[in-house]
């Protein structure tokens, strides 16, 4: 019994001691067999990497949003405002969207920081009320009221100065940016072009501002002061005269642009920049403005697309040439204050007949007695007491029919603004190339030309409906002809 117990231990203890080993390598087998399944979860769910586009699209997207939390916090504008005379009838006229927009860009020497662009609009946003309000439609006028939703800082991907939505929730403006570039787009009745101008100027003080580039207040306004009642009322008042006012120019109309429609809804806009100074010395020399030198060209450009297009019409070529009451009558306002003259042509004449024929009608026209006969017209005919009781949907009717009978393609053909040389803070030539004043697409009928002047460059931008180019190559080969030294410049926009 003793031997056999000697005998077996051992052997027990061994087959337990590879019992135990075996056990032990289960589990180990186990153990990496469950973690080279989970390292394979872990392989399978992580995400393919992002290709160039979508981390682009990615990044914009977490932009947007910083972009919209931060434009929340506007503050809200503390009361309604009338319209002012001349910016009623934009809203009237407009079903839907609407194309009175107009843009003033400004191109920078470094790309645009959006963040610090989107903080600069917060600042100035209380600061101007009648620009960054809403169009609400009352019972019997429109005013404007604070906007619903704030407005925020996009990228520009899309046509500049599409037609505009007029109602209770966006503002009269929209802010772009685009690699060097900020644009502002503004609903005609928010402002006229020189107080557009002071508008970009003291958004991009804040600005320059928000990147530690102090800048003083020439053509601009401190987002920390409130505005001035002189900027902010009606003054057009003023200017009209109630009783016996001077004769308003009766209608002419003009002859109308015809042309072939572009294809696929494109619209394409083309600008020719040149050195301001060449620009002024060849208007000297025919003892001319800019804008005279200027609105010839255009005359007999016209002239040669309406020979193409609709050489049977023989009424007169029209260019509307709006101007800035301001200096006129020494007011300081952020309201539309500009009325317009008009240089007239029949055809068939050299640059310096055209030039002298301008000449002639600017002297006749740019007068007090002229301007006050426009002014009054419009202002004593809304003003009638009648009018008061009128609902809005029937004024928007008759107002409708009166801008059939009188508006652009109507009296004239095409337009031509120039916002002149823009003032600003000289610290702003360190920093800005230059600006841009640009209008939407135009309704059939007529083009549109508008011009703005920083220091040495001047933009030339121009915006036809149609496909004939008839027009804008005589109007630059001309300038190039009198030794201007232009560079063109092509934007082709798909609406789609």
């Known amino acids: 019994m003793i031997d056999n117990k000697s005998t077996t231990e051992p052997m ?24 080279a399944k989970r390292a394979k979860n872990r392989k399978q769910k992580q995400p393919r990497p992002l290709t160039a586009e979508q981390q682009q699209a990615n ?39 609407s194309n009175a927009v107009f843009s003033i860009s400004v191109q920078l020497k470094k790309p645009v920081d959006p963040i610090a662009l989107q903080y600069a609009l917060n600042n100035v946003y209380p600061r101007f009320p009648t620009i960054c309000g809403t169009i609400k439609m009352g019972l019997f006028w429109p005013f404007i009221d604070k906007p619903a939703a704030p407005i925020v800082v996009q990228q520009q991907n899309k046509q500049p100065c599409l037609p505009m939505k007029v109602d209770n929730k966006r503002s009269q403006i929209r802010v772009h940016y685009f690699a060097n570039k900020i644009s502002v787009e503004f609903f005609h009745s928010a402002t006229d072009g020189q107080g557009g101008v002071t508008f970009v100027n003291s958004l991009l003080r804040c600005y320059f501002a928000q990147l530690g580039i102090a800048c003083d207040k020439t053509n601009c306004y401190d987002h920390r002061d409130n505005p001035t009642l002189e900027e902010i009322r009606d003054n057009i008042p003023n200017v009209a005269v109630k009783h016996n006012p001077p004769p308003c120019p009766p209608p002419v109309r003009t002859r109308i ?22 620009l002024y010395n060849v208007a000297k020399s025919y003892g001319a403005t800019v804008t005279e030198l200027l609105g010839a060209i255009q005359l007999m450009g016209l002239e040669k697309l309406t020979n193409v297009t609709n050489k049977e019409d023989k009424r007169p070529i029209r260019i509307l040439v709006p101007v800035d009451l301001r200096k006129w009558y020494n007011v300081e306002t952020m309201r539309n204050f500009s009325n317009y003259i008009f240089f007239e042509s029949l055809g068939g004449l050299t640059l310096e007949q055209t030039i002298a024929q301008i000449k002639e009608q600017s002297k006749r026209q740019l007068t ?13 005919s809304g003003s009638n007491p009648i009018l008061k009781f009128v609902p809005l949907w029937l004024k928007s009717k008759v107002v409708s029919m009166v801008v059939k009978g009188r508006g652009e393609g109507v009296v004239n053909c095409s337009t031509l603004s120039n916002l002149g040389r823009i003032s600003a803070p000289p610290q702003f030539a360190d920093h800005v190339v230059r600006y841009e004043f640009t209008f939407g697409k135009p ?8 011009v703005a002047t920083y220091n040495d460059v001047c933009v030339i931008t121009m915006n036809n409906a149609y496909a004939e180019r008839d027009c804008e190559k005589f109007y630059f080969r001309k300038l190039a002809e009198l030794g201007v030294d232009l560079t063109l410049e092509t934007e082709v926009w798909d609406e789609e």
């Open 59 to 97: 990044e914009k997207r977490l932009l947007d949003k910083r972009l919209f939390a931060i434009a929340r916090e506007q503050k809200d504008i503390k009361t309604w405002y009338k319209l002012d005379n001349s910016a009623l009838m934009y809203p009237m006229v407009a079903r839907g969207p």
């Open 257 to 278: 642009l015809k042309g072939t429609p572009i294809k696929n809804k494109t619209h394409t806009v083309i600008r020719g920049v040149c050195s301001a100074t060449q």
């Open 368 to 380: 007090d007695e002229y301007f006050r006969g426009m002014v009054s017209f419009n202002y004593n």
């Open 12 to 35: 027990d203890v061994a087959s337990d001691q590879t019992l135990h080993n075996s056990t032990t390598l289960t589990r180990q087998a186990k153990a990496s067999l469950a973690k």
């Open 443 to 450: 309704p059939k009928k007529t083009n549109k030309f508008a």
